[in-house]
């Protein structure tokens, strides 16, 4: 049966897919600048990356690819959107806006760029991806929230100012334009160190596996090497045992010199008596016809 951890199409999986697949389309509406389907698309992207954990929970789903593909689809997306608002507040005539949130939307493509990486090398050294905590959770959700309220609500490259004029009353103020980025810029940083704690243990866990790993490994060897010498012994000692009943069985069939020599002198005497004997007869015979 296969490992559960090693399936690809499962629900939570086809949800990072799918927002994987969102980020051309995001691109590609808001560059021509169809802000609501590009915010609506973001939203949809921010709904499956809240679900696709909890489903992958309930459904029992928990996979290997899906500890990986659900935080590259989070970095992938806010850099993205990060690099498009970058390029936008850089042409606004805002001083505020094309210098002071282009930095922090430049931080934004720094720190993302910075965790891809990191995960990289991770996976370079077969340690497995982290789970977000607590602090990436809510920085990832709260990033979604601010950026698809940036685009339908704010200045600049919101929805309405540009579509709807007539409701300028809804676009957002400069100030709560700003205070929301840096309430997402202040919420990555705490995210990003936070990450570096469970990235630690998880290495210490890695590396404890190893060990443990090795060290069976080892056992393994030695029980084998242990095994091989007990065999070879009691085939040496079978062969011993083999080699002195042959040695036995040889010196009980064949007779030694002496014995040769002894039964050759007792056949010499034999042949001996037996002349003599006949000798004997002859010279009685020769008696008797002489009488």
Request: charged fraction near 25%.
């Amino acid at each position: 049966m296969k490992n559960p951890e090693k399936r690809i199409f499962t629900v939570p999986n086809v949800l990072s897919f799918i927002r994987i697949f969102c980020i051309p389309l995001f691109v590609y509406f808001f560059y021509n600048e169809n802000f609501i389907t590009a915010g609506l698309i973001l939203a949809c992207s921010g709904i499956t990356d809240l679900f696709d954990g909890v489903l992958a929970r309930k459904l029992n789903q928990i996979t290997e690819l899906g500890k990986m593909l659900d935080p590259v689809a989070d970095k992938l997306t806010e850099a993205a959107i990060a690099i498009l608002l970058f390029l936008v507040f850089r042409g606004s005539e805002e001083p505020i806006y094309n210098s002071f949130l282009c930095w922090v939307f430049l931080f934004f493509i720094g720190k993302e760029a910075l965790m891809l990486l990191i995960g990289g090398i991770l996976l370079l050294f077969k340690i497995k991806p982290v789970a977000a905590e607590f602090y990436g959770k809510l920085s990832t959700f709260s990033f979604y929230i601010i950026m698809v309220t940036l685009l339908i609500f704010g200045p600049e490259i919101g929805a309405i100012p540009r579509r709807y004029p007539q409701l300028s009353w809804m676009v957002l103020p400069e100030w709560i334009t700003v205070a929301l980025v840096i309430t997402a810029a202040l919420l990555a940083v705490v995210a990003f160190f936070s990450y570096f704690p469970p990235v630690y243990r998880q290495m210490k866990k890695t590396k404890a596996e190893k060990l443990a790993a090795k060290e069976e490994n080892l056992e393994a060897k030695y029980e084998e090497a242990q095994t091989e010498v007990a065999e070879t012994a009691e085939e040496i000692e079978i062969e011993e045992v083999t080699e002195i009943q042959e040695v036995e069985e040889i010196v009980e069939v064949q007779p030694t010199e002496e014995t040769v020599e002894e039964e050759s002198v007792e056949e010499k005497k034999e042949e001996k008596m037996s002349v003599d004997d006949m000798v004997s007869e002859i010279l009685s015979e020769i008696k008797k016809k002489e009488n």
